[in-house]
């Protein structure tokens, strides 16, 4: 069994827990969410590249994890290869999904749903060249999303004519087939999001990063021998402020959630 940490600046990184628990169950996991220093898609690149550097540390330092997943596009797209070059421990970063969105997308015309921050990165840009050349790709940055989703796992109702605005681009555009959920936090609005769809009379395929986060960690993380087949090893919620959300507390319980902490980041 390994101990894998899965860290996000928000509940984003549950939408990667949930993928990643599903194909590896065997393991012990910690979910830790930079919840101090929420949201990261709204920060310059600079200051987001000091706060990821501060978490990463500490969660190395004091967690010893055998597998770090960075489940978040928006520090990712800055981060990896600053994080790769200081640490051993094999490091899984989550990027825009978009080489699968194009290869499923039949008109040829995507729409890419991230964080300001993730809309402007090169590295996003790159992944489109690189993976979509053959495709119209319509970029949505949205802020508002992200606490949706907040507020979805804090037990909030959603405002439907927000997400309805945010989703407009892709109403608007009716040869748009695939949409790119490339912010962890997007996928807990999966079912929400479709609705909006439905009531629009559109389909429209929603593509995230997390079966391949999934696959990676199954390939990475070493498998307990010991372990018995479907064995459930065990799951901690990290925040880096402590918690002051009842309903999310239920909502980690009933994800497998037993221990509840708090990571005190320096500085
Ligand atoms: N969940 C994060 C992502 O995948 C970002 C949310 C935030 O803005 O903090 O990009």
Do not use: W
């Not at 101090?36 to 540390?57: M, N």
């Not at 964080?115 to 993976?131: K, N, W």
């Not at 999001?193 to 199954?218: C, Y």
């Amino acid at each position: 069994m390994a101990k894998v940490v899965i860290y996000d600046s928000g509940v984003g990184g549950l939408s990667i827990y949930q993928a990643v628990v599903r194909v590896c169950p065997q393991h012990d996991y910690v979910f830790l969410s930079d919840n101090a220093a929420f949201p990261y898609g709204t920060k310059p690149e600079d200051a987001l590249l000091a706060r990821v550097s501060l978490v990463v540390a500490a969660a190395i330092e004091r967690l010893s994890p055998d597998l770090l997943v960075v489940a978040c596009n928006t520090a990712s797209t800055v981060a990896l290869p600053m994080l790769r070059a200081n640490y051993s421990i094999p490091i899984v970063g989550v990027v825009p999904a978009i080489k699968p969105a194009a290869l499923s997308s039949i008109s040829k015309q995507i729409a890419l749903l991230a964080t300001p921050a993730t809309i402007e990165r090169a590295y996003t840009q790159a992944l489109i060249d690189e993976f979509a050349a053959d495709c119209m790709v319509v970029k949505i940055g949205s802020s508002e999303l992200v606490e949706l989703a907040e507020k979805k796992l804090r037990g909030e109702v959603i405002d439907n004519a927000a997400l309805t605005k945010i989703l407009t681009p892709v109403l608007n555009n009716k040869d748009i087939d695939t949409l790119v959920l490339a912010c962890t936090h997007f996928p807990l609005l999966a079912t929400e999001i479709e609705a909006v769809f439905v009531a629009h009379d559109r389909a429209v395929k929603l593509v995230d990063s997390g079966p391949g986060i999934a696959r990676r960690v199954a390939d990475l993380a070493p498998v307990y021998s010991g372990a018995k087949l479907g064995q459930r090893g065990c799951s901690t919620a990290m925040f880096t402020r402590s918690l002051n959300a009842p309903q999310l507390q239920t909502n980690l319980a009933d994800l497998g959630f037993s221990n509840f902490a708090v990571l005190d980041i320096p500085g």
